[in-house]
């Protein structure tokens, strides 16, 4: 099946450092990936979406500065928490477009645990 | 407006017994796509089924069934003989055609399944 590959799974940084997430899609391409954000016992928020070769969009209410998204590659997104702060910490998770293999999936990554300290 | 809307959060059943799982969804749209998503302890999520709006077929897969209702505007998810490895949170998905790729989630329900 079709494979999404997030790291780090978990990251814990003092504030004002930068956290780069890395999202791959191992055995598909992915022209689009999705970044979310998910607090405790609540559901996924999407924060942006993520288009190879160009800029993202991003959800209303997500700061684009301070959230930085790159998608390089058909396999490859990064999502950089740029100055984190405690307010940052939260669970992060990739999701990757699997047209190629089937119309409409997202295939997720595993996640990636913020703490901010 | 709440696309999707998962009732119930949080479920607590005895080792196998079946529980069901509900979700209600709101669209406008002709064409689109359901899906339910389980999410374990670990974090990940691990795609379950996908259902197009055309297909109506109720769908049957080892303890797992799906129950779509267009008329009802549902998609309930069944899990018969509940084990002790189902317990997670399951969240139900939503998809248009209009807006590409974008998923609508429900807020999730989360099972345990006590044995």
């Known amino acids: 099946g079709a494979v999404v590959s997030q790291h780090p799974s978990r990251v814990i940084c003092k504030s004002g450092t930068s956290v780069k997430i890395e999202c791959r899609s191992l055995d598909f391409q992915a022209t689009t990936m999705f970044w979310y954000r998910q607090f405790p016992k609540q559901s996924l928020m999407l924060m942006a979406t993520s288009n190879e070769g160009s800029k993202a969009t991003y959800e209303q209410g997500v700061e684009k500065d301070k959230f930085l998204i790159n998608h390089a590659s058909l396999t490859l997104s990064t999502l950089t928490v740029t100055s984190a702060h405690p307010e940052d910490s939260s669970f992060y998770i990739c999701?990757?477009?699997?047209?190629?293999?089937?119309?409409?999936?997202?295939?997720f990554g595993a996640g990636t645990r913020l703490s901010v300290l | 407006a709440q696309k999707v809307t998962q009732a119930q959060t949080e479920i607590s059943v005895v080792e196998k017994e079946d529980v069901t799982l509900d979700c209600v969804y709101e669209t406008r749209d002709t064409t689109y796509y359901l899906f339910w998503y389980k999410q374990p302890p670990s974090g990940e999520l691990v795609f379950l089924i996908r259902r197009n709006s055309f297909d109506e077929q109720n769908e049957i897969s080892g303890r797992y069934s799906w129950n779509f209702q267009k008329s009802t505007s549902s998609f309930n998810f069944t899990i018969t003989a509940s084990q002790v490895v189902d317990s997670a949170v399951y969240f139900c998905a939503l998809s248009e055609a209009y807006t590409g790729n974008q998923f609508y989630f429900g807020t999730g329900t989360s099972l345990t399944v006590i044995p």
């Open positions: 999701s990757a477009d699997g047209t190629s293999l089937a119309k409409n999936i997202q295939y």
